[in-house]
């Protein structure tokens, strides 16, 4: 079942083109990752499917509904590359997952005992527990983005987006996070994550999306990484194969 349905989408930022006509299905019960060189749209491909940025033509739905409506109803869950977080607000691991519990509390914002015991259930399972109480400014980069992981858990969102959740993490949190997500998506949630990591896309995802502004190629891992298609998507020579081989870290 497609999660995620993009159709003919332009997004467009003055005279920029940021996205030209990508179109893409997202499976439900999957790892899709989503690959590009810097400038590719690719975050503007996530903003769009949260309904952040307007598009100039073409359209989004996620499980049927519009972005918007997809996300007031908390059925999707952003981790942008660098949260927009003041990281000395004396706010604790716990407080900043309990925000993913907003949509079920109403307006007090009161947490009940449901929302405690999702909140205990999603820092077990970033295994964040014994750091519940710790000021977010304190962790480490892995550690920071495995909490915000954790807040989407708690959410109860269908269908998890992760821009870069790799970079600038330890190699122990990116195997939990990969381990994680792997997890998730065996629950039946649609995970959708970018990633400059190209070495590491087989142990992350079961399927991969070549973006330069619209979609070259969206199919298995190991077809994706074929160096020909490769070359396409980051504007290499088709028999340069020594560099295509050594992007990872460019994209």
Known sequence: MSEIEIDDLHVRYGAVHALDGAI??????????????????????FKAIMGLVRPSAGGVTIGGLSPTAARRGGLISYVPQNESVDWTFPTSVRDVVMMGRYGHQGFTRRPRGADHAAVAEALARVELTELADRQIGQLSGGQKKRTFVARGIAQGA??????????????RSEATIIRLLRDLAADGRTIFCSTHDLHGLPQLADEAVLLKRHVLLHGAVEEVLQPHQLARAFGLETHDLTAVQSLDGVA
């Open 158 to 171: 269908r269908v998890l987006l992760l821009d870069e959740p790799f970079a600038g993490v330890d190699k």
């Open 24 to 45: 893409l299905r997202v499976e439900s019960g999957r790892v899709t990752a989503l690959v590009g060189m810097n400038g590719s749209g690719k975050s503007t491909l």
